[in-house]
């Protein structure tokens, strides 16, 4: 059964860099059928996308936090991270790592979904 | 703000039937992209519990469905139990925001 496992500091310091690694148990990383990404909640709001990316490194990014977040994979430990730079108090969130499942309709090729996600870590910005 | 809308709260005694609603633009869910919906119960994470408008994921009881039309969705449960109470998200992809998106979330009571 695939699980997913957030890991991380869970304070971080204003204008900092934060820095999230999910390891993936009970299932290849490397799989072409999936997608892996990152989406986060932060206090009495809602889910929020992050960035999804493919094994073979192809990235996605919410435009809204494009400028600061690099999403990296390193498939030799079965492991996707997530850094953001510059974080701010609206940083603070529940941070969750998931697998995507891409598939194509009639028309679009851009139907993800999450269907397994990790546990969440709850990452606070202040000093 | 999302650029799909959910009412923030719904409620029903048990074994009623709720509806969930989602409202989006023709830039998603009436463009159209496939809408997902998930359940987050308390302390825990949030769980598929319908993707391509319509269809559960092994494990999810039949109670659950979901249907679209135009620029709106919506989550029907039937048979309301306690353990169903807790947050719903509906989510797709938005061509305008060129990413994918949530809505604010349902939280559901069980009177």
């Known amino acids: 059964q695939l699980q997913l496992q957030e890991s991380g500091p869970g304070l971080v310091k204003p204008s900092e860099t934060l820095a999230l690694t999910c390891t993936v148990s009970?299932?290849?990383?490397?799989?072409?059928?999936?997608?892996w990404g990152w989406i986060r909640q932060p206090p009495g709001k809602g889910l929020e996308w992050i960035a999804t990316?493919?094994?073979?490194?192809?990235?996605f990014y919410n435009p809204s936090l494009k400028s600061r977040v690099t999403i990296s994979v390193d498939s030799s430990k079965n492991q996707f991270s997530l850094r953001l730079s510059s974080v701010t108090a609206a940083d603070t969130a529940v941070y969750y790592c998931?697998?995507?499942?891409?598939?194509?309709?009639?028309?679009?090729?851009?139907?993800?979904?999450?269907?397994?996600w990790g546990k969440g870590t709850t990452v606070t910005v202040s000093s | 703000q999302s650029v799909l809308t959910q009412s923030p709260s719904v409620s029903g005694a048990p074994g009623q039937r709720v509806t969930i609603s989602c409202t989006g633009s023709?830039?998603?869910?009436?463009?159209?992209?496939?809408l997902h919906w998930y359940q987050r119960l308390p302390g825990t994470a949030p769980k598929l519990l319908i993707y391509?408008?319509?269809n559960r994921p092994s494990g999810v009881p039949d109670r659950f469905s979901g249907s679209t039309s135009g620029t709106s969705a919506s989550l029907a449960i039937t048979g309301l139990q306690a353990e169903d109470e807790g947050d719903y998200y509906c989510?797709?992809?938005?061509?305008?925001?060129?990413?994918?998106?949530f809505g604010g979330g349902t939280k559901l009571t069980v009177l």
């Open positions: 998931a697998r995507i499942r891409r598939y194509c309709s009639m028309t679009s090729c851009l139907q993800d979904y999450m269907d397994v």
């Open positions: 009970g299932g290849s990383i490397s799989s072409s059928s999936y997608y």
């Open positions: 990316i493919y094994y073979s490194g192809s990235t």
């Open positions: 023709s830039s998603n869910i009436g463009a159209p992209y496939d």
């Open positions: 391509g408008n319509n």
């Open positions: 989510q797709t992809y938005d061509s305008s925001l060129s990413g994918w998106v």
